[in-house]
């Protein structure tokens, strides 16, 4: 019974892992600290997009926005990665992550007078 049971438990890690290749970081405007409720804005374009798969995060700017710093941390609030980089050159950015810990992160990208937040599990 009890190798049953681990069998079930291997396919189902297994499992787990396949699904999780290239898995979408939602990226938005952070919504805390406002003194009022923010409203939603449709059309709105985000210049960058991220995804986690099982050795990189990859931010692929859609829209070259000038200087951008990408900060990464990690549920302590420790930074674990932090680059600062120039879309007008650079479109694509590939974050090692597997010396990370599991666990849950945070990114922050910054350019201009735009901040994005996106979380992950690693």
Do not use: W
Request: glycine share 4%; net charge negative.
């Amino acid at each position: 019974m009890k190798q049953i049971f681990c069998l079930i438990l291997l396919l189902l890690y297994s499992v787990g892992n396949i699904n999780a290749i290239d898995t979408p970081v939602e990226l938005k405007p952070p919504t805390d600290n406002l003194p009022y409720p923010r409203a939603q804005i449709k059309n709105r374009t985000i210049a960058v997009t991220a995804t986690l798969n099982d050795t990189m995060l990859v931010l692929n700017f859609n829209i070259a926005v000038g200087l951008s710093t990408i900060i990464v941390t990690d549920d302590l609030g420790s930074v674990v990665y932090q680059q600062t980089i120039d879309t007008d050159s650079t479109s694509e950015i590939d974050i090692p992550v597997d010396f990370f810990d599991s666990g849950d992160y945070s990114i922050a990208i910054h350019y201009n007078t735009v901040k994005l937040l996106g979380y992950f599990t690693f």
